[in-house]
């Protein structure tokens, strides 16, 4: 029995159209989660966190980050990433796919590899 991959994003983030392509072109048992429209819990962002670190997770290329006052920016610990996250789920990288206990953070050549792709 194959383990469905949980795939989570945002539904207009390119990176996040091309993973489900791939997965959906291959065969690849697996779901999708918007987290911007779906939502995003505490407990999942945890262990998101637990996992893979707040430095990986938090997202610092994309606009959401942009956005945000310098002094945040400068002054950015784990707690406060949580808090920022957990309030604009934009600021997580994207994507995030969940497989079986694994959680990888994002889609570049190592994350696929990972990933079996």
């Known amino acids: 029995m194959s383990v469905t991959t949980k795939i989570h994003g945002i539904k207009n983030c390119d990176t996040c159209r091309k993973a489900i392509k791939i997965f959906a072109g291959k065969a690849i048992p697996h779901s999708y989660h918007d987290f911007r429209a779906d939502g995003l819990s505490e407990q999942q962002l945890d262990r998101w966190l637990q996992a893979v670190g707040w430095e990986?997770?938090?997202?610092?290329?994309?606009?959401?980050?942009?956005?945000?006052?310098d002094d945040v920016?400068?002054?950015?610990?784990?707690?406060?990433?949580?808090s920022l996250m957990l309030e604009n789920p934009t600021l997580i990288k994207r994507p995030v796919f969940e497989v079986g206990d694994a959680v990888v953070v994002g889609f570049s050549k190592i994350e696929q590899e990972i990933l079996g792709l």
Not at 56 to 69: E, F, Q
Not at 73 to 82: G, S, V
């Open 56 to 69: 990986k997770l938090l997202n610092r290329r994309g606009t959401s980050w942009r956005a945000l006052p």
């Open 73 to 82: 920016k400068e002054r950015i610990d784990a707690d406060q990433a949580k």
